[in-house]
């Protein structure tokens, strides 16, 4: 069965540093998406792609994060300059259709250190 | 806007009892969809079901069953004769059919432990 695929699983990293998590969506699906979820809190949502282009983000999703769909196949989250509270389980997730309603599927998570 | 109420932190329960956690949501839009998703302890989100707001029809699949109620805001979830294998964190979650990419809004979430 496909599945939404995500490296590293921990990254550990200095703040200040620029990160890079990487998402492999599955292939034939649409829609793109980034959540985190800071430990013992909830999933929130940072942004969505479709197209090669943002089409929705949050608040959480400053001028620190980007994102980028280099190729075919990957997704990526860039954090530029990292913070201690930056610090959380990254989930990337896909969505196989251009309309509403239907299920995403999430990758496993990067969990994050910011030290 | 959009707000997603799980008022259970966390509910213990014996190996075989029934166990219902509670949603309430709240939305403006007309058109929107609920899910609730499982987080095992190894953390990964686990989709569990998607309801549209049309639809008021009870689902059940196997043990699970879910009771979507618009007149309450409510959409429930009901484990029967609950495996330690159901421990885990349970998230409910709304999409807006006004949001252009249907970004999901998770509720604080239910940790269930059940207790062999």
């Known amino acids: 069965e496909p599945e939404v695929t995500q490296t590293p699983s921990h990254q550990v990293t200095q703040m200040g540093q620029e990160v890079i998590l990487r998402c492999v969506p599955i292939?034939?699906?649409?829609?793109f998406y980034w959540y985190r979820q800071i430990l013992g809190q909830k999933v929130e949502f940072l942004v969505s792609?479709?197209?090669?282009?943002?089409?929705?983000k949050s608040e959480i999703f400053d001028d620190q994060f980007s994102v980028e769909r280099p190729d075919g196949s990957n997704f990526t989250l860039k954090i530029r300059s990292t913070k201690l509270e930056d610090s959380a389980m990254y989930f990337c997730?896909?969505?196989?259709?251009?309309?509403?309603?239907?299920?995403?599927?999430f990758g496993p998570g990067t969990r994050l250190t910011v030290t | 806007a959009q707000k997603v109420t799980q008022a259970q932190t966390e509910i213990s329960v014996v190996e075989k009892e029934d166990v219902t956690l509670d949603c309430v949501y709240e939305?403006?839009?007309?058109?929107?969809?609920l899910f609730w998703y499982k987080q095992p302890p190894s953390g990964e989100l686990v989709f569990l079901i998607r309801?549209?707001?049309?639809?008021?029809q009870n689902e059940i699949s196997g043990r699970y069953s879910w009771n979507f109620q618009k007149s309450t805001s409510s959409f429930n979830f009901t484990i029967t004769a609950s495996q330690v294998v159901d421990s885990a964190v349970y998230f409910c979650?709304?999409?807006?059919?006004?949001?252009?990419?249907?970004?999901?809004?998770f509720g604080t979430g239910t940790r269930l432990t059940v207790i062999p």
């Open positions: 997730a896909s969505s196989d259709r251009a309309i509403h309603s239907y299920e995403q599927y």
């Open positions: 292939s034939n699906h649409l829609y």
């Open positions: 792609f479709y197209n090669n282009e943002i089409s929705e």
């Open positions: 939305t403006r839009d007309t058109t929107y969809y």
């Open positions: 309801r549209n707001s049309f639809d008021e």
């Open positions: 979650a709304l999409s807006e059919a006004g949001t252009g990419a249907n970004n999901l809004f």
